[in-house]
């Protein structure tokens, strides 16, 4: 009797432990998904969807974008709600996946969205920017109107094409906006950022189908996105000496994650590691509506290329 005792405390125990040493999700005070990480003045932000379906609920129920940021990767703090689709009068419905990217000490959180029916537009997916002078806002509407609707881009007959903005400021200073569901979508921005500088230019990549991620490495440009195949969607990536191309398509990097038909990269390198954010469904009462982020580490080889990601319950160890 006194061994099996032991036995289940040291289990008791034990399970204690990994609870305390698990860190995926690493937000679990609301359900999260689509996250954008930013590095600012040494501190790392995450930029996240809000999802609040119920459990039962057959759709997305996303009403607003929030704000988290850490210092060591594992002490997270909460800035709340920074921006809704009420700050856009044009909008309505859903907040899809968003970028915030930093130019000339402003902070320009491009965001998808849907248009109300009006003069400008029949209504569709459409994509929004809004400005701040601070990483955490107050953030507000930059043009008053949308700055992609659905009129601007007739390759697709869906209404839900023009979603999920990602945003590079490439080192000449020249930034490009793409975005897409079912292609992909890409424009040179002016440098107010708040204006196309030229054509839409369509440019697919292999088994590409939404939640593109741009940046650039070493010299290498790296578009990462979920990709079409079976659901649930896997990430996928391709690699290009320009920023417009030609991409070469390289092969998936994250497979299927648990209790989501959805993923969504975030890559960001922060103090000397490179950290691949995502979401998965895998808090309690989690789901493909209501869904959270989760990080984990990503690797490259000497050819630049990107090792598998590795999907783990414990994340990312503290950094100083």
Same mark, same amino acid.
């Given at each position: 009797?006194?061994?099996?005792?032991?036995?289940?405390?040291?289990?008791?125990?034990?399970?204690?432990?990994?609870?305390?040493?698990?860190?995926?999700?690493?937000? +679990? !005070?609301?359900? =999260?998904? @689509?996250?954008?990480?930013?590095?600012?003045?040494?501190?790392?932000? *995450?930029?996240?969807?809000? $999802?609040?379906?119920?459990?039962?609920?057959?759709?997305?129920?996303?009403?607003?974008?929030?704000?988290?940021?850490?210092?060591?990767?594992?002490?997270?703090?909460?800035?709340?709600?920074?921006?809704?689709?009420?700050?856009?009068?044009?909008?309505?419905?859903?907040?899809?996946?968003?970028?915030?990217?930093?130019?000339?000490?402003?902070?320009?959180?491009?965001?998808?969205?849907?248009?109300?029916?009006?003069?400008?537009?029949?209504?569709?997916?459409?994509?929004?920017?809004?400005?701040?002078?601070?990483?955490?806002?107050?953030?507000?509407?930059?043009?008053?109107?949308?700055?992609? +609707? !659905?009129?601007? =881009?007739? @390759?697709?007959?869906?209404?839900?094409?023009?979603?999920?903005?990602? *945003?590079?400021?490439?080192? $000449?200073?020249?930034?490009?906006?793409?975005?897409?569901?079912?292609?992909?979508?890409?424009?040179?921005?002016?440098?107010?950022?708040?204006?196309?500088?030229?054509?839409?230019?369509?440019?697919?990549?292999?088994?590409?189908?939404?939640?593109?991620?741009?940046?650039?490495?070493?010299?290498?440009?790296?578009?990462?996105?979920?990709?079409?195949?079976?659901?649930?969607?896997?990430?996928?990536?391709?690699?290009?000496?320009?920023?417009?191309?030609?991409?070469?398509?390289?092969?998936?990097?994250?497979?299927?994650?648990?209790?989501?038909?959805?993923?969504?990269?975030?890559?960001?390198?922060?103090?000397?590691?490179?950290?691949?954010?995502?979401?998965?469904?895998?808090?309690?009462?989690?789901?493909?509506?209501?869904?959270?982020?989760?990080?984990?580490?990503?690797?490259?080889?000497?050819?630049?290329?990107?090792?598998?990601?590795?999907?783990?319950?414990?994340?990312?160890?503290?950094?100083?």
């Amino acid at each position: 009797m006194k061994n099996k005792l032991s036995l289940a405390i040291l289990f008791l125990g034990l399970l204690v432990f990994s609870k305390l040493q698990a860190q995926n999700p690493i937000f +679990t !005070n609301i359900f =999260t998904a @689509d996250p954008a990480p930013l590095v600012h003045k040494g501190r790392l932000y *995450v930029y996240t969807g809000h $999802d609040t379906a119920s459990v039962t609920a057959p759709n997305y129920k996303m009403p607003d974008w929030h704000i988290y940021s850490t210092t060591d990767m594992k002490k997270w703090k909460h800035h709340g709600m920074k921006l809704s689709t009420l700050t856009f009068s044009w909008a309505t419905g859903d907040a899809y996946a968003a970028q915030c990217v930093e130019r000339d000490g402003k902070f320009y959180w491009f965001v998808s969205t849907f248009h109300k029916k009006s003069e400008v537009s029949q209504g569709g997916a459409a994509i929004g920017v809004a400005v701040a002078d601070s990483p955490i806002g107050p953030f507000k509407d930059a043009i008053g109107k949308a700055l992609i +609707t !659905n009129e601007m =881009t007739k @390759d697709k007959p869906h209404a839900w094409d023009d979603i999920d903005p990602t *945003v590079l400021i490439d080192d $000449d200073g020249q930034a490009y906006l793409y975005w897409g569901n079912g292609s992909m979508k890409w424009a040179k921005l002016k440098p107010n950022m708040i204006e196309l500088d030229g054509p839409i230019t369509v440019d697919t990549p292999k088994h590409y189908i939404e939640g593109p991620w741009v940046y650039k490495r070493n010299g290498w440009y790296y578009l990462v996105y979920a990709s079409a195949g079976t659901k649930p969607e896997m990430i996928e990536y391709c690699m290009s000496k320009s920023p417009t191309g030609p991409w070469e398509y390289k092969g998936i990097i994250q497979e299927n994650v648990p209790n989501s038909f959805t993923t969504h990269p975030g890559i960001i390198d922060y103090k000397g590691k490179s950290y691949f954010f995502y979401h998965n469904g895998t808090l309690p009462t989690g789901g493909s509506y209501r869904r959270s982020i989760c990080v984990d580490y990503m690797y490259y080889n000497e050819d630049g290329t990107i090792q598998k990601i590795i999907q783990t319950k414990e994340g990312v160890k503290k950094v100083k």
